[in-house]
């Protein structure tokens, strides 16, 4: 289309969680939806997709004794790169709690297993470690002292962060699951402590599904993440608003996903485009590709939206001229495929 | 208490689902919240609590080659008696779903499947098939013919209930997990489905959690069926809300806890008080212990209840005098322990 | 585009509540959103959007005194025709309930005023009188006799169906809002009720955003009461699915609100696509043609379907490929604008 | 009882929102749930209950004209002291926004209408003026520019507490309404602001319906709040946890309530205990009655709970123990009146 060649359209970098392409498992299929997937066969998965062009790792590998020389090999052979680490702080020692375990032998394991994660991925070349603290947290009311929780967050991150200076730290907020209620519940909760632990090398990942089924607007968080320096990584996905489902990009929630991407490029930031789906009873590399398909269209239509006309609307917060303009570049961009 | 002493108490019947005392899974904590647990173990783990009369059975059994014999004597040794079996239509088999799966071969599987469990409970004297198609549903937007999947859904009940008309099967309805949308989702889509095939022996097991969850009020739920003679049995535990948590009994909804044990006294129905609990973190005999302990209290508050006071205020709808009146009998009755 | 023009596309009739162009209300801005709106000038304000064709009349209309034939003669200048009346029985007379309040009297007001209503719509060639019964339930636990209140509630849509013999009454479901639980909460629900009332004359209005909102999908929702001929209405909107935000058509579910009206087209279904929205601090009229603007889209796209490969795919319960083709269709019809 | 007479129990101040006992108005009864209420007329009312020591007076008073002295000996003679003023800067005026209204003219009135409220609060010596922007944020994606209206609600803020260096200004959060979404709206991001502020008179109102409902945990906001020096008032009542349902305190999570009060405690804090019921459809003197009756048994239980072994229980992070510990001192405390 002569209105695309005038504009010099720089793909964005897509990528993906290794879970993506894993075994999924869950309380009612505990026998998984599907065969095992080992770490090696699941980065030839992501090879599969063609599109990817970076993964984050979970850590320790499947099986733990994989060399990391294997590793290596199986990423260049499928083009890819270790964009994070992802060590599993969330496993049967942690579900009482990683950083915030009641007993301080299994808080020590856990900071030693991110450490080892760290290490791996200083070799990796990686851009960031992610922290996933999905068991800290309580279920019950009255359960847990929520100042001990929160100090003894703090301090773990605190000393990682120290003790890498050259990494840098993405905690992943999310409001519950697997705990009912997580200490990282919430953009502003975990900029807070982030603030609260005064180093440079801790920001967020935004994980598009979390922070919408957490009743953000996904797009706000990231502003307000950005304003302070503090948006590391980001993840994308779809829900149905009362969970985290994990769904493909796009498939309830476009406009809003829109909104976000065009959050990110109006704010100047421009890491990776990351998919963070559990696609259960799909085959995987199909989800992925269906995923960048429509981040891909995404994309495309940030060139189109009418900046200045969009601008005015939104001076205005005249809601109606501002959906108008959007579905217009929205629906332009993604009729061409 | 004189009051007391002066009411002839006959304590309900409790009854448990065996996975309570099984090894939970879920997304995270892949290797499990804990080692794996035979059937024959949990049955043990059921007789340790104490308080329990009855088990409902998931089926097959673990490992599957265990004989019913073997069963049988396990329960025996416990002071246990099998109420129900549950045929696992959930798991890997079935993740695209059992009765509506798209392949008429596994549909085939799982009625097979429910009725090789039924025969189980013939040979148990169970009281009931307990039917759970939580994979039966859609996780997207246009994925599924809506009626294809509804019509699917009663013709395997109805297969069933023809071929076992001894036997009663009692559909265990929620809104989701593990689909996103389940087909059975509420008492009344059920209810509905149930006068559609138009059989005696099918009807519902009312589970409080789900209810609760999926907007409804339990205790007029439990009116609505068993004004229609369907509420075959109940499972208790509680939530906060928005997901089903299977938390233990009261922890959060006392209130309404107590409203739907109250419903079901009023109506005159007297099954078994079930636990439905699942305690990721807590030791499980533990836990099944602090829920028949809440739920005692519960049926002691019964009587205590000013039944004439209760109707009157109730025939006002006056919210404010109704409180204040269970308030009264509930905590009476809960601080004599 | 002569994918187009081989396509005669018979246009739906466009419809609104009057009180879409009303004076909003809430429990902050109690001197209202804008000022006073009589339902002549609603009436006036409707035909200025240009593309409605009919409109619900809230009754007693405003002021009460206000003549019938002003109201036939100022929908006769704006070319608008009363599809239904909405007799008002949630107003300050009825917010302890309306069919279900504690007072017999009060009971009896409620059933007088629509029968009022009743007499309003056959003068005016209505299709169907609305019930609406938002205030008939309970807020509280305890508060109520969920019996007694599911027994008035047929009672009295039972006296009413059977004096109007010649009219329709169609009951429009919530979850809640204004009261905290509605006695017809779900489209199941509203059908058990229906059917144990057991006359011809009495449906279903299924609200979109309710049915959303409630947990629903209203694509299956539709195709539930339309198998048992009781779908008389229709109302469209959008919400964020935590509450009845009456939004404009396609603002946040765009998929689903085309999925809801590729089931009433599929099942044969062909009344009126009919605008509930609440545009607080928007001009109505321009809500409306944004509303209109989006429905036209949808109705375009719904011939621009792949009908084959959209079956196959449902046939095979395939998500990936059934949105691909929808969102084909969904995107090449709205761009056209 | 013995344990008690060698306590000595320092009941805490009781509060209210003059609101409580005003007229409610909502869309669909917008003729109000009762007769106009004066502001004279509502603070009779609140001098009625009999508990209460102060209540928050809105701002301007109803009507307008109504002179401070009599506003004065209005309190005087219900034995009451003004604790806050609350600027209504939520009427029609404000409903597209107050501080971040898109119209700069509107901007300068709402501070304005707080400044004159403020004068009004060092006038009454109150304790701090509450700000309550509930129009201020967003309805629809893409509407706005979030970081706009970040700013613009910061520098009115800021502007305030700047111009009143005397007094406290407390922001009450809340995730939605009548705003789809608010700018402040939750206690972490509202902290996130207060601390971007930088001044020390500005603070948190912390509703207890508005964080449950909000997916927080209140007691453990309240913490987060305490340790950073910003709770400057709290406001009770409850809710069925998907909408701020205002209803009586206690009346749904009791324990929850407990809880909150039971940090507060343990934190050191002790400000009044305020009621912000909303009693649509009960006398609302006997609603706040209600309310007072629960927290004042909730008073008395802080007291019977045995903190060493909580303290334990909480350390070891088990909910079984923690439950227990503390339904035995909620229930006895309950049971005496």
Redesign the interface.
């Known amino acids: 289309m002569s209105s695309h060649s005038r504009i010099d359209i720089q793909e964005p970098t897509f990528g993906a969680g290794i879970w993506h392409f894993g075994?999924?498992?869950?309380?009612?299929?505990?026998?998984?939806?599907?065969p095992p997937v080992s770490t090696l066969e699941a980065i030839d998965l992501a090879g599969q997709v063609g599109d990817l062009s970076v993964v984050d790792l979970t850590f320790p590998f499947d099986p733990p004794e994989l060399g990391l020389d294997e590793v290596k090999a199986a990423l260049e052979r499928n083009g890819l790169r270790a964009i994070a680490v992802t060590p599993e702080i969330?496993?049967?020692r942690?579900?009482?709690?990683a950083f915030t375990n009641?007993d301080a032998e299994v808080r020590r394991q856990a900071v030693e297993l991110v450490s080892r994660g760290a290490e791996t991925a200083r070799e990796l070349g990686c851009d960031y470690v992610k922290l996933w603290p999905?068991?800290d947290g309580?279920?019950?009311?009255?359960?847990?002292?929520?100042?001990?929780l929160?100090r003894f967050s703090l301090d773990a991150v605190r000393e990682l962060a120290t003790a890498f200076p050259d990494l840098r730290f993405a905690i992943e907020y999310k409001?519950?699951?697997?705990r009912?209620?997580m200490v990282f519940?919430?953009a502003?909760?975990t900029?807070?402590a982030i603030?609260e632990i005064g180093l440079p090398n801790v920001g967020i990942l935004l994980d598009f599904g979390h922070s919408l089924y957490?009743?953000?607007?996904p797009?706000?968080a990231a502003?307000?993440a950005i304003?302070r320096g503090r948006l590391f990584a980001i993840d994308v996905n779809d829900n149905?608003?009362?969970?985290d489902?994990d769904?493909?990009v796009g498939?309830?929630?476009?406009?809003?996903t829109f909104?976000f991407f065009?959050?990110l490029r109006d704010a100047g930031w421009d890491g990776v485009w990351q998919l963070d789906q559990?696609p259960?009873?799909?085959?995987s590399v199909?989800?992925a590709r269906?995923g960048i398909r429509v981040m891909r269209n995404i994309h495309r239509a940030l060139d189109l939206v009418d900046r200045e006309a969009?601008?005015a609307a939104?001076?205005?917060?005249?809601?109606?001229a501002?959906?108008?303009?959007?579905?217009?570049a929205l629906?332009?961009s993604?009729?061409e495929?």
Chains 1, 2, 3, 4 share one sequence.
Request: without cysteine; glycine residues 6%; hydrophobic residues 35%.
């Open positions: 075994r999924y498992v869950d309380r009612y299929a505990t026998d998984g939806y599907g969330y496993t049967r942690f579900v009482r709690g009641p999905g068991q309580w279920d019950y009311p009255f359960q847990a002292d929520h100042s001990e929160w409001p519950r699951e697997p009912n209620s519940s919430s502003a909760k900029l807070l603030e957490g009743g953000e607007s797009a706000d502003r307000l304003s149905h608003r009362g969970w489902d769904m493909v498939s309830v929630h476009l406009t809003e909104e065009y959050a559990f259960f009873r799909e085959n199909e989800a269906a969009l601008a939104q001076k205005a917060q005249d809601a109606l501002a959906q108008r303009i959007v579905q217009q629906l332009s993604l009729v495929r």
